[in-house]
């Protein structure tokens, strides 16, 4: 098993960056497929991204794909979305999800992190 844990969500001015971080523990960190996704107040929760085992594949949803990247390092078990050109309408939580997977053109996962708050400011 694995259990992500958020970290770097914060209040941004609208063009502004931000990087989530998630600490995941485990041994098999580097077996999963780990991926972000996100909730804003009164929405279901979407796909934001993914990102192989390996690092070498990512995918992204069509709001985010250019402005967001995904990254991992499984030395330190740590995986990293880097936020930029943020919208007001990226505000949300973010969660870490761990054994990511695409089930037709839905997303889902097996492990969830709590959470951290994304606001962006207009």
């Known amino acids: 098993q694995v259990q992500p844990v958020e970290s770097g969500g914060g209040l941004v001015q609208a063009g502004g960056s931000l990087r989530l971080s998630c600490a995941a523990s485990?041994?098999?960190?580097?077996?999963?497929?780990m991926g972000w996704f996100r909730q804003a107040p009164g929405k279901e929760r979407e796909f934001v991204a993914a990102i192989g085992v390996s690092g070498g594949t990512t995918y992204y949803a069509d709001s985010v794909k250019g402005r967001f990247t995904i990254s991992r390092d499984n030395a330190k078990n740590m995986v990293y979305l880097q936020m930029n050109v943020l919208k007001p309408e990226d505000t949300a939580v973010y969660y870490c999800s761990a054994r990511t997977r695409q089930y037709g053109s839905g997303w889902n996962a097996d492990y969830w992190g709590q959470g951290t708050q994304v606001t962006v400011s207009s």
């Open positions: 485990g041994r098999t960190f580097s077996g999963y497929a």
